[in-house]
């Protein structure tokens, strides 16, 4: 999908502008504990017996789509108002939603474990923490036409990926094809940013990297005759969180039950949407007209048992899989500082929690 190739892109501009705005003495820049009329909390208290509404801002990671489908179902049937909560749900600027969050212009927003990887290891860590997995398991994977298929990364060997141009997504094609037995060498790499399941046919190029949930879905949608596989079934180590739900460090120190209301609410939102797929798709086409329904209504159906899959709750990261992954990036010299143990998130605001 291409939200990922923009999620890479972001993330090194992101680096570039979070470390200019930086203090004069290298520190972080600090982060808005909220404190602008727009952004920040409204007073907790209640007024008589009317409770005053906390404002937040939530920034998305790309243009809608089913990963999201949950806030939008909160915002719709009331969940966020019913926690005393008014959320503004906007898109994200150039250079990221994680530089948004952490410049404290929006308290929460949605990324990516992996892309999210090189600002977490610097001396001078992104301001932000992963507080849920909005999909339990990685559906990102390889994807070429049935009448030119790719089967498994080994039949990479001679065919030509379109690539878009990045270390970490370059590594990890060239990891399964090593895995599946095959040779990386034997892989020919072009950029293609244009590069789509849908441009496939009569292009230079015979496999691309999508999520299944949105590409793979459209493309069935669409009557394309396509081949596909995970990469998490290759090398479990590329299990990881995609997408997540990310917060302003300093807003969770100063908020923590305004965080634990948001989650709430986004919780069931994505509790309905997994209970009324067909309900839930309506609810993001009201929101976002300009998608193709019937690619919304199956993505929702396929992604309905893939929010909580078989975590034990809502939202859970499990930190095996969280440092196995960064572990691996720093093997694989794709950063240049280890990130530490259990870094980077936390379970301890979800309503599924507990000690």
Same mark, same amino acid.
């Given at each position: 999908?291409t939200?990922?190739?923009l999620?890479?892109?972001?993330m090194?501009?992101?680096?570039?502008v979070?470390?200019a705005?930086g203090?004069k003495?290298?520190?972080?820049?600090p982060?808005?504990?909220?404190?602008s009329?727009?952004?920040?909390?409204?007073?907790?208290?209640? %007024?008589?017996?009317?409770?005053?509404?906390?404002?937040?801002?939530?920034?998305l990671?790309y243009?809608?789509n089913?990963n999201?489908?949950?806030?939008?179902?909160?915002q719709?049937?009331?969940?966020?108002?019913?926690?005393?909560?008014?959320?503004d749900?906007?898109?994200?600027?150039?250079?990221g939603a994680?530089?948004?969050?952490a410049?404290?212009?929006?308290?929460?927003?949605v990324?990516?474990?992996?892309?999210?990887?090189?600002a977490?290891?610097r001396?001078?860590?992104?301001?932000?923490?992963?507080?849920?997995a909005?999909?339990?398991?990685?559906t990102s994977?390889?994807?070429s036409?049935?009448?030119?298929?790719?089967?498994?990364?080994?039949?990479?060997?001679?065919?030509?990926y379109?690539?878009?141009?990045?270390?970490?997504?370059?590594?990890?094609v060239?990891? *399964?094809?090593?895995?599946?037995?095959?040779?990386?060498?034997?892989?020919n790499?072009?950029?293609?940013?244009?590069? %789509?399941?849908? %441009?496939?046919?009569?292009?230079?190029?015979?496999?691309?990297w999508?999520f299944?949930?949105w590409?793979g879905?459209?493309?069935?949608?669409?009557?394309?005759?396509?081949?596909?596989?995970?990469?998490?079934?290759?090398?479990?180590?590329?299990?990881?969180?995609?997408?997540t739900l990310?917060?302003?460090n300093?807003?969770?120190?100063?908020?923590?039950?305004?965080?634990?209301?948001?989650?709430r609410?986004?919780?069931?939102?994505?509790?309905?949407?997994?209970?009324?797929?067909?309900?839930?798709?309506?609810?993001?086409?009201?929101?976002?007209?300009?998608?193709?329904?019937d690619? *919304?209504?199956?993505?929702?159906?396929?992604?309905?048992?893939?929010?909580?899959?078989?975590?034990?709750?809502?939202?859970?990261?499990?930190?095996?899989r969280?440092?196995?992954?960064?572990?691996?990036?720093?093997?694989?010299?794709?950063?240049?500082?280890?990130?530490?143990?259990?870094?980077?998130?936390?379970?301890?605001?979800?309503?599924?929690?507990?000690?």
């Open positions: 999908m939200k990922k190739k999620g890479y892109l972001l090194a501009l992101l680096l570039v979070f470390t705005c203090s003495d290298g520190q972080e820049a982060a808005s504990s909220g404190e009329e727009s952004q920040s909390s409204q007073s907790e208290e209640t %007024s008589g017996e009317e409770k005053e509404m906390t404002k937040l801002t939530f920034v990671d243009t809608p089913t999201h489908t949950g806030i939008y179902v909160a719709k049937l009331g969940y966020f108002k019913d926690e005393g909560l008014e959320v749900i906007i898109q994200p600027p150039e250079d994680p530089a948004l969050v410049a404290g212009n929006a308290q929460f927003g990324d990516y474990q992996d892309t999210i990887g090189p977490f290891a001396e001078n860590p992104l301001p932000v923490t992963n507080i849920a909005l999909i339990q398991h990685n994977g390889l994807i036409l049935k009448e030119n298929p790719v089967n498994q990364p080994k039949d990479l060997e001679g065919k030509t379109a690539s878009w141009g990045l270390p970490i997504e370059q590594a990890m060239k990891d *399964v094809i090593k895995k599946d037995g095959g040779d990386p060498d034997k892989l790499i072009i950029t293609g940013n244009a590069a %789509s399941i849908f %441009s496939m046919e009569g292009s230079d190029y015979q496999a691309i999508v299944y949930a590409d879905i459209a493309a069935k949608v669409k009557n394309i005759d396509s081949v596909y596989f995970p990469f998490r079934d290759f090398n479990e180590t590329f299990d990881y969180y995609t997408p990310i917060a302003n300093d807003y969770l120190k100063e908020h923590p039950e305004i965080a634990k209301a948001f989650l609410a986004v919780e069931k939102g994505y509790k309905y949407a997994i209970e009324n797929p067909e309900k839930a798709a309506e609810i993001l086409v009201e929101a976002a007209p300009e998608l193709d329904k690619v *919304v209504v199956e993505s929702q159906k396929y992604l309905a048992d893939k929010y909580i899959d078989d975590a034990p709750y809502w939202g859970q990261i499990d930190k095996d969280w440092n196995r992954f960064y572990t691996w990036l720093y093997q694989e010299k794709l950063i240049d500082k280890e990130i530490p143990a259990d870094f980077g998130f936390t379970n301890e605001y979800l309503p599924g929690f507990q000690k």
